[in-house]
C-alpha cells in the first residue's frame, strides 16, 4: 500500500536553529499538507500546497514557516528560527485529488527544540 | 468558541462492546466528516468518511452524521484488543481543504 514517507523520524534542535522537516508524498497524489500537534493536544493543520503554491495556510503558519516541492518526489517544511513552542510531531499528508476524501498521512517527525 | 469538540476520555471496555465515540461541532458549514485511528507515535489513520448527514458502515464500524444537531458518532461493535488507539474527528468545508480535528479520545479494549 502507498505510504507517505516522512524524515528523520526525530529531530532535536537548538531554539534559534533553522529546521527543514522532509516528506516524499504518494506519487500520483496532488495536494500535500503539513499539520501539527503539539504533545496532549489537537492535530492542527498548518499548509495546504497544490500546483506549486500554497492554497491554504493557518494563523500558525507565520513567517518563520515555509514549503517547497523542490522536485517531482519531495515536499519540505522549513522553519527558520526554531522556538521552544515549535516542539511538537509534524505530520506530511497528501491526497490524490480535490474530490478524495482520503488524506494519508506519514508517521511523524518528531521536533524538539531545547 | 471551539469549532470541534471531542471527549478525550479515556474510555476502557471489555473485548466485545459495542463502543460509541462522538464529536460536536459549532459551524454549520462543515460538509465532510471522517473518523481517523492514531497508535501511538503514528499518523492518523483513515478510518470512516461521510459527506452531509447520514450513515455509513465498513465491517465492524459505523459513522454517522446529524447536521442538525451538529453531532457526529462512530460505533465499533464487537471491540478487539486491536482497535485500542485514539479516535480522531475531523471535518472540512465544502470549498476548503484544511481538516480541522478533535482532540481525539483514547480508546482501551481488554481483552
Known amino acids: 500500500e502507498p505510504e507517505v514517507t516522512q524524515t528523520p523520524s526525530h529531530q532535536v534542535t537548538q531554539m534559534g536553529q533553522e529546521v527543514i522537516l522532509r516528506c516524499v508524498p504518494i506519487s500520483n497524489h496532488l495536494y500535500f499538507y503539513w499539520y501539527r500537534q503539539i504533545l496532549g493536544q489537537k492535530v492542527e493543520f498548518l499548509v495546504s500546497?497544490?500546483?506549486?503554491?500554497?492554497?491554504?495556510k493557518s494563523e500558525i503558519f507565520d513567517d518563520q514557516f515555509s514549503v517547497e516541492r523542490p522536485d517531482g518526489s519531495n515536499f519540505t517544511l522549513k522553519i527558520r528560527s526554531t522556538k521552544l513552542e515549535d516542539s511538537a510531531m509534524y505530520f506530511c499528508?497528501?491526497?490524490?485529488?480535490?474530490?478524495?476524501?482520503?488524506?494519508?498521512f506519514g508517521s511523524g517527525t518528531r521536533l524538539t527544540v531545547v | 468558541q471551539k469549532e470541534v469538540e471531542q471527549d478525550p476520555g479515556p474510555l476502557s471496555v471489555p473485548e466485545g462492546a459495542i463502543v460509541s465515540l462522538n464529536c460536536t461541532y459549532s459551524n454549520s458549514a462543515f460538509q465532510y466528516f471522517m473518523w481517523y485511528r492514531q497508535y501511538s507515535r503514528k499518523g492518523p489513520e483513515l478510518l470512516m468518511y461521510?459527506?452531509?448527514?447520514g450513515n455509513k458502515e465498513d465491517g465492524r464500524f459505523t459513522a454517522q452524521v446529524d447536521k442538525s444537531s451538529k453531532y457526529i458518532s462512530l460505533f465499533i461493535r464487537d471491540s478487539q484488543p486491536s482497535d485500542s488507539a485514539t479516535y480522531l474527528c475531523?471535518?472540512?468545508?465544502?470549498?476548503?481543504?484544511?481538516?480541522?480535528f478533535g482532540k481525539g479520545t483514547t480508546l482501551s479494549v481488554s481483552s
Open positions: 500546497f497544490y500546483n506549486n503554491e500554497i492554497s491554504e
Open positions: 499528508a497528501s491526497r490524490r485529488d480535490r474530490e478524495a476524501n482520503g488524506y494519508t
Open positions: 475531523a471535518m472540512r468545508l465544502e470549498a476548503g481543504t484544511a481538516l480541522i
Open positions: 461521510t459527506y452531509s448527514s
